[in-house]
T-cell receptor, first 112, second 109 residues
Framework: ETGVTQTPRHLVMGMTNKKSLKCEQHLGHNAMYWYKQSAKKPLELMFVYSLEERVENNSVPSRFSPECPNSSHLFLHLHTLQPEDSALYLC???????????FGQGTRLTVV | EDQVTQSPEALRLQEGESSSLNCSYTVSGLRGLFWYRQDPGKGPEFLFTLYSAGEEKEKERLKATLTKKESFLHITAPKPEDSATYLCAVFSNDYKLSFGAGTTVTVRA
């Protein structure tokens, strides 16, 4: 248990659906991240929030929309996804933006 | 552009057969190098942070070392429970975190 909790663990959604992924950390960290992990590929950084302010958006399609209402919670809102968006979505947090990150268990997303 | 390359892609070991994983990197100044372990269907688990060439860290059967261009993760006398994918990540001076594709280690009893 790393202190970073993601829900749901598994999600199957149609291409016309809207869903949200949730991440919660109670480690007192100031930075939170969304990563995408596809089979046989390196982790891809999607978004970074530092002190609740988005500091990085790695050219992610607008069908992915992050939200960070406070330093403990991070959401990823999904709409009109494509089958190629199927992947493991990982949330992480770190004390600062330049220290090791601690990951949640991920949400396995399948778009049908 | 920052690059992180891990080798080999896959490693099959007999229990007790020590080996090393390699992580070579090209970054615009290194702020830190991280090693993670990832089990199937789970998030990466943090193992080590290395900050400067010559630094070493150990945890049970694992030992990580760092030079100016690469890092090694040595697995001494591995056990089946050491089977996992090991990920390397580098944090550069322009605050970019880049991951390698990982090395999948399988230890047979």
């Amino acid at each position: 248990e790393t202190g970073v909790t993601q829900t749901p663990r598994h999600l199957v959604m149609g291409m016309t659906n809207k869903k949200s992924l949730k991440c919660e950390q109670h480690l007192g960290h100031n930075a939170m991240y969304w990563y995408k992990q596809s089979a046989k590929k390196p982790l891809e950084l999607m978004f970074v929030y530092s002190l609740e302010e988005r500091v990085e958006n790695n050219s992610v399609p607008s069908r992915f929309s992050p939200e960070c209402p406070n330093s403990s919670h991070l959401f990823l809102h999904l709409h009109t996804l494509q089958p190629e968006d199927s992947a493991l979505y990982l949330c992480a947090s770190s004390p600062r933006g330049d220290t090791e990150a601690f990951f949640g268990q991920g949400t396995r997303l399948t778009v049908v | 552009e920052d690059q992180v390359t891990q080798s080999p892609e896959a490693l099959r070991l007999q229990e007790g057969e020590s080996s090393s994983l390699n992580c070579s990197y090209t970054v615009s100044g290194l702020r830190g190098l991280f090693w993670y372990r990832q089990d199937p269907g789970k998030g990466p688990e943090f193992l080590f942070t290395l900050y400067s060439a010559g630094e070493e860290k150990e945890k049970e059967r694992l030992k990580a070392t760092l030079t100016k261009k690469e890092s090694f993760l040595h697995i001494t006398a591995p056990k089946p429970e050491d089977s996992a994918t090991y990920l390397c990540a580098v944090f550069s001076n322009d605050y970019k975190l880049s991951f390698g594709a990982g090395t999948t280690v399988t230890v047979r009893a």
